[in-house]
Structure formats: C-alpha cells, structure tokens
C-alpha cells in the first residue's frame, strides 16, 4: 500500500507511522534486541501498551492482564499475570535464573478470546506462505496446538477473509518493506492496541 503523502487519514497506518518512514526502505530486523527498539517505537504498526521496564509500568495507571515479554528470541514468555502480580512474578523469573532483568519488558495482553486468526506470513518464491491457527489462545500456544500451512492464493484469500482491508495492506507493506522477513500478526472481534485496529504486530524479523 502506498499513498500519497498529501493526505491525512486516520485509517491509514502510513499517516499514523509517518509517511517518510515508509517510503524509505528501513534497516533490516537482524535480531530480536533491535527489533524490540523499534517495535517500542512504533516502527511496525498498531502493537499493545508496552513498558520497557517494571518502574515505567508502575507509573502507568494500567491495571489488565500483562505479558512479560523476552528480549531473547524464542525465550520463555509468560501470559496474562495480573497487574498487582507483575513485581512478584518478575522477582520469581530473576530469582530462578530463568532471565535477566534487562532483557524483560511488559505488554498490555491483547484480547485473546477474541481471536479470529493469527501466525506468520512471509513471500516465498512461489508467493505468499502463511502458518496460521484461529485457536483462541495467545500466539505460540495456538500455533502449537492448531496451526496450518499454507501458501500462494489459498493464503492470500484467508488473509483477505479474515483481515480489515487496510490492515491486509498493511501487512502486504510491511513484506514489500522488509523483503525476506517474517510477519508475526494476530486478528481480533474487536479493535485494540495503540492505533485501535483490528489486527496487532508482533513481530517483524529475519533471525
């Protein structure tokens, strides 16, 4: 999706990113410390409220489930901890030599529930491939259990099916932008996150 500059649209996840930002080809996501920066940013789109540490998430007024997310690619996460649980739980990872304390940030959990579908898409040579599952459960969980494979106009109609039309094209900007990497997504009944949308980003890499 490209659009014109000229224009102001709140729909349009190039106005609200910055269109400079997407004309330009970025820096590639090489690994998952770098990625984090920029997804704290913004860089990729609409994500959940995220804090990049306990203190900045104790001065936040936010009192929903959490995730505490991991720096290190494909580390231990933990789901849906209770605000009030947050410290304990952090203090218990720490304490266990299960993370570092540098390497945990927090997340507003997304509306899991409310899943319609989520996975991993990126551009094969043959197309479009996407793992995917419409299990209801937070993203690795659901894969695990019910994810499916598929490629070319099979993955491209269930993305349209499934997918507001702008959030379709910004995953389609998102591949043309970041050529061989993978896109990590989840869409949901109902609109959440930072822009309000449908469908949440939570990852963009090739690592």
Request: net charge negative.
């Amino acid at each position: 999706m490209h659009c014109s500059r000229d224009h102001k649209d709140p729909s349009c996840p190039c106005c609200e990113i910055g269109h400079d930002m997407v004309e330009a080809k970025p820096l590639p996501v090489l690994n998952k410390s770098d990625f984090v920066k920029r997804f704290q940013l913004g860089e990729f789109g609409n994500k959940t409220q995220n804090w990049d540490t306990y203190e900045a998430f104790r001065q936040s007024t936010y009192k929903g489930l959490v995730h505490i997310r991991n720096r290190i690619a494909g580390g231990k996460t933990w789901y849906n901890v209770p605000a009030c649980d947050v410290f304990y739980e952090m203090r218990q990872i720490i304490a266990h030599g299960e993370v570092e304390e540098k390497n945990l940030y927090l997340a507003a959990m997304a509306p899991t529930s409310e899943t319609v579908i989520q996975g991993e898409v990126f551009r094969s040579e043959t197309g479009l491939a996407l793992y995917y599952s419409t299990v209801a459960k937070p993203m690795r969980e659901s894969l695990v259990e019910g994810g499916k494979q598929v490629y070319g106009l099979t993955a491209k109609l269930l993305l349209e099916h499934h997918l507001d039309a702008v959030d379709y094209d910004w995953i389609q900007e998102l591949l043309d932008q970041f050529e061989n990497h993978i896109v990590e997504f989840s869409c949901y009944n109902t609109r959440c996150g930072t822009l309000n949308r449908r469908m949440i980003i939570w990852e963009v890499r090739a690592y």
